[in-house]
């Protein structure tokens, strides 16, 4: 019976024991007993009974033996006081130790009390000063350490049942601790209080090493998901982007007042933070508040970056240019050749940061000469700022100028580089002949002359690419009217006179200055707003989410008395019927019913309200509810969707369910299929370049590959969507009746014989025709539909090898009569408008982003091959939506056959890959069936090389019963091998031909 009662915790008094009130003599004047207060006003006497705190050797005892809420805050103010309590010594690391271990289960609580939201308490400060110090942190993580390994050590779960009190106790210190934005800074100013510089450099690198490793994010996610905490609560030392975003703050904050001896510090702490995974969040938030706020430090943003590493600074350097070319002149309209305000204000910004410093002046000249660098995907007005900032630099300017053009010359770079690479190279050119020749004509004029340039325009004009070789005749051009006005190189081709390439040759008298950097720099009204958006340490619970409208039966209460009438008087009236449940009148308390609900959007700029308010659950999903019939309706009405089109995109592309509401990645989906449709031309190069570039999840890419594929084949006119015919306005079409009138009576499928519909497919309907309002996985859906068109005739005709061919069956007399009875369309020639604008929206900008991804070893793409199978399926569709018709035809196959064949070694080793790439393959030799001479004549080394490795892959897969997926894949790989086969043994002499110049 000893152990009968066992202890589960302790509480502790927050005051000193009174005598009994049985034996006290009553008064007259009542008293009461306050809490804390009280404590405070005995806190002078209570020390002096139980002893002064003369030294921190007396505050540690203290804190040891069990101590009251008045003792704690006693040894709390004296320890702050002392001087060197920051330091890095034992008695400090054991008064840390004690805090965390035994005073914060026990008196957390009660220090909180009396705190107001955002505020915390006199007492709690008291205790985060406490913990200001390295050793407080590695306290804090310790503790949490051994209550993770406690955790897990026990395989039915933790005995423990304090472990999430305990375990929301530190999480809560931590982020109240971390939680200021100048942490960082005054935590240095503390510890470093040494005169030894081989100390101060020690306590540097464990203050880089502590906060820039990323242990505390570990140990922090770690002991959340032991806690089971929700993620609504979640603290946001956990979360990687929130921790990197206030370790940005603090690296700012701490330069702008830094000094010269701690800028090495710094420089490292930022050096290690960019290693955290979240390099762009970290470079963005140091950008906007150092060296694009209101008050701009340029010249310490200058002194943070010179004492990085040579590598980080060209990270540094390329993230800078890409920010200010999506932040700062996205706005900019690219055609527009006119000096421009924004343009000279990034001008002089990088000129600045780039003033007398080679290094630096090197890293923008690797920028646009790199094979895919020079803003792949921007606009031209960045590639105009970094020329007009290098043109103050004679020399530097023809180094750039002589780069370009080997490069541009070069043949394997004519024939492997996207098309979309090879113009923005053409554009930087084209913009820094123009310069050479306003410094120094006679450098131009030799320029042109000599050997490299010579030999581009040579390969340029061998090129078997006609875009590339437009491109070579737009640079002749343009150099050569610079030089020789009367006698200008003219190739007298239709192609050099269309705008497009009229524009491309005007780029060589673009002269830009530059100006004030007043219009680039963030407003300090937007600087609020942004601060007011952070991460705060207290987590911030989810609005709650309405409830679904029940119906609710109200008890009947009896009557006392029931009179029962003789006469029924009202039997010819009838009763109204029972109103419809309300989910406002299902809530239970009157205070929480909101009657004050928003209605649906009817205009662009209302939807985007909606989507913008984060916090309302009815506008979010009342905007996805109505996202994509707006922008269907307003797309041909005015200029609302095309003016709001990027941001659109935007929001709907990165958007999360945090309400969890029904159908949410269903109609996100519509929304940005709906955005591809209304305005191809604007948002398919900013999808695609999102896919690669934005912060986005992985579900978050998958859906805009999805949506990409999607949206094209509704341009193409292959799929319909059901938003279609309901986007359009009444006044547009006739009543339903008289609309029946003008409808052909097409035959349908029902009215065939079962044996026409099990044997054929209507002629009528394109395959896929059918497929509608599909979810993200909707791929694979068209995919299974383009490979079965695909592999339906080798399927025939081996079975034609077999039994013979169909002119020789026997058919029965009611499958011949549904044959013959069967109108069947007449073929119209429709000419294929959308083909060029798929390739040149969707296709280049995937295909090149897509190549450069997969060459980065740490890109998402290359961690993980699902977004690469999805990549693959995505350009498939892309290029069967386009057709065989398409005047690109020729270069979308080089570059999709490139991009497939490099990602042959990740097929090896997943077969959803595998599985992804004979499918593009099966949907590239589809469309180029009556190109196979010239895909054999011109591509003969893919053809073999492709062949080989579908060999490999079909003797690789065992398939039979069971495989699922195997036999899928090696079915393709069948096909994808046989097709193949049939080119070369067709056209055999050509490939050896091209082989031998191998």
């Known amino acids: 019976m000893e152990n009968f009662l066992t202890a589960v915790s302790t509480t502790y008094n927050q005051k000193p024991d009174k005598e009994d009130s049985l034996f006290t003599l009553s008064s007259s004047k009542p008293t009461t007993a306050p809490s804390r207060p009280q404590a405070h006003k005995d806190l002078a006497p209570a020390a002096e009974k139980h002893g002064a705190i003369r030294s921190l050797e007396d505050a540690l005892e203290t804190l040891k033996c069990q101590p009251e809420y008045y003792e704690v805050i006693a040894v709390l103010r004296y320890v702050n006081s002392y001087s060197k309590i920051h330091t890095h010594n034992a008695i400090n690391s054991q008064i840390c130790h004690v ?16 705190s107001l939201e955002g505020q915390p308490s006199k007492d709690v400060m008291e205790f985060l000063l406490a913990l200001q110090s390295l050793a407080g942190i590695n306290a804090l993580l310790s503790q949490l350490r051994a209550l993770i390994q406690e955790a897990k050590a026990e395989s039915q779960g933790p005995k423990r049942p304090d472990f999430a009190l305990n375990f929301g106790v530190l999480l809560d210190i931590l982020s109240a601790l971390l939680k200021p934005d100048l942490f960082v800074s005054v935590l240095w100013k503390r510890i470093s209080g040494v005169s030894n510089l081989t100390q101060r450099r020690i306590l540097a690198q464990q203050l880089a090493s502590t906060l820039g490793s990323g242990h505390i994010v570990q140990v922090t996610a770690e002991a959340e998901s032991l806690a089971g905490r929700d993620r609504s609560v979640s603290s946001w030392v956990g979360g990687g982007k929130d921790y990197s975003l206030w370790l940005a703050r603090n690296i700012v904050a701490w330069q702008k007042q830094n000094t010269a001896e701690d800028a090495k510090i710094c420089s490292d702490l930022l050096s290690r933070s960019m290693r955290l995974g979240y390099q762009d969040t970290i470079l963005t938030e140091v950008f906007e508040r150092l060296l694009l706020s209101s008050d701009s430090k340029t010249e310490a943003f200058i002194a943070l970056t010179k004492e990085l590493p040579s590598a980080d600074q060209r990270r540094i350097s390329d993230s800078l240019l890409s920010f200010l070319a999506n932040n700062r002149l996205q706005g900019v309209y690219s055609e527009d050749t006119l000096p421009n305000t924004q343009i000279s204000a990034v001008t002089t910004l990088i000129r600045t940061l780039v003033a007398n410093n080679g290094l630096r002046t090197e890293y923008l000249i690797a920028w646009l000469t790199s094979p895919s660098g020079a803003g792949l995907g921007s606009g031209i007005s960045i590639r105009r700022a970094v020329i007009a900032a290098v043109s103050q630099d004679c020399e530097a300017l023809n ?10 010359g070069d043949k394997l770079y004519i024939g492997h580089a996207p098309i979309l690479q090879q113009e923005v190279h053409a554009q930087a050119l084209i913009l820094a002949g123009g310069y050479v020749f306003r410094q120094n004509p006679m450098k131009l004029r030799t320029m042109l002359r000599s050997s490299p340039y010579l030999q581009l325009v040579s390969n340029r004009l061998a090129a078997s690419n006609a875009r590339a070789r437009i491109l070579g005749m737009a640079i002749g051009e343009a150099l050569s009217g610079l030089v020789d006005k009367e006698n200008t190189l ?49 987590p911030v619970a989810k609005k709650k989410q309405l409830k679904k409208p029940t119906a609710t039966i109200p008890n009947k209460v009896k009557p006392i008395i029931q009179e029962v009438d003789s006469e029924s008087e009202d039997e010819d009236l009838q009763a109204y019927a029972k109103p419809d449940s309300d989910a406002e009148d299902s809530e239970e308390d009157a205070t ?18 909606y989507f913008r308010d984060t916090e309302s659950f009815d506008k979010q999903k009342l905007a996805l509810a109505n996202a994509a019939l707006l922008i269907r309706r307003k797309a041909n009405y005015g200029t ?11 929001i709907l592309a990165g958007m999360n369910d945090s309400f969890e509401i029904e159908e949410f990645y269903q109609q996100r989906l519509e929304g940005m299929i709906a955005l591809v449709v209304a305005q191809p031309k604007i948002v398919g190069p900013i999808l695609s370049r999102g896919v690669f570039e934005a912060d986005y999840s992985l579900a978050q890419r998958a859906s805009v590959l999805a949506a990409i594929g999607l949206g094209v084949r509704e341009l193409a006119g292959i799929d319909n969507s059901k938003y279609a015919e309901a ?84 058919s029965t007399l009611r499958g011949t009569i549904t044959r013959q009875n069967l109108s069947r369309p007449k073929v119209r020639s429709i000419p294929n408008t959308t083909a060029s604008l798929i390739a040149a929206s969707f296709f280049f900008p995937l295909t090149a982003h897509l190549q450069h991804a997969i060459h980065i070893r740490a890109s998402v793409f290359s961690q993980h091959p699902f977004l690469l199978a999805t990549a693959a399926k995505t350009l498939a ?22 991009v497939l064949l490099m990602l042959r070694g990740t097929a090896a080793t997943h077969i959803n890959v595998a599985g992804a790439l004979l499918t593009a393959f099966a949907a590239l030799l589809e469309v180029n069936e009556n190109r196979m001479r010239e895909l054999c004549e011109t591509h003969g080394r893919r053809v073999v090389e492709t062949q080989e490795w579908a060999a490999g892959v079909f003797g690789g897969l065992r398939g039979g019963e069971g495989a699922g997926e195997e036999n899928h894949v090696k079915m393709l790989a069948a096909a994808v091998l046989i097709r193949l086969r049939e080119a070369v043994e067709r056209y055999q002499a050509l490939l050896m031909g091209d082989m031998g110049m191998i």
Request: net charge negative; glycine share 4%.
């Open 99 to 114: 805090l965390v271990t035994e005073v914060a289960p026990n008196y957390w609580a009660l220090l909180q009390e009396g």
């Open 877 to 898: 569709i892309l290029l069967h939506a386009a057709g065989p018709s398409t005047l690109a035809l020729p270069q979308m196959t080089t570059e999709l056959w490139d």
């Open 640 to 650: 609302e969707v095309s003016d709001h089109a990027v941001e659109l995109a935007t």
């Open 727 to 810: 986007a359009q306005f009444p006044s547009k079409r006739l009543p339903q009746k008289i609309e029946k009138l003008y409808l052909d009576s097409a035959p349908t499928l029902g009215s065939a014989s079962p044996l026409l519909i099990s044997t054929e497919q209507t002629p009528s309907r394109p395959h896929g025709a059918d497929l509608k309002a599909l979810p993200p996985s909707s791929l694979d859906a068209i995919v299974r539909d383009l490979t079965a068109s695909f592999i339906a005739p080798i399927a025939a005709s081996a079975a034609d090898t077999k039994n013979g061919p169909d002119a020789l069956k026997l």
């Open 490 to 538: 003219n190739f007298g081709m239709e192609e050099t006179e269309a705008d497009d390439v009229a524009w491309l040759k005007g780029l060589c008298y673009v002269s830009d200055e530059g100006g004030p950097i007043d219009s680039i720099l963030q407003s300090p009204q937007a600087e609020n707003n942004a601060a007011n958006t952070m991460v705060s340490s207290q």
């Open 592 to 609: 929480l019913v909101s009657r004050n609900k928003p209605k649906a959007p009817v205009y662009i700029r209302t939807l985007m309200e």
């Open 399 to 408: 180094q750039m100028l002589e780069k370009l053009t080997i490069q541009f």
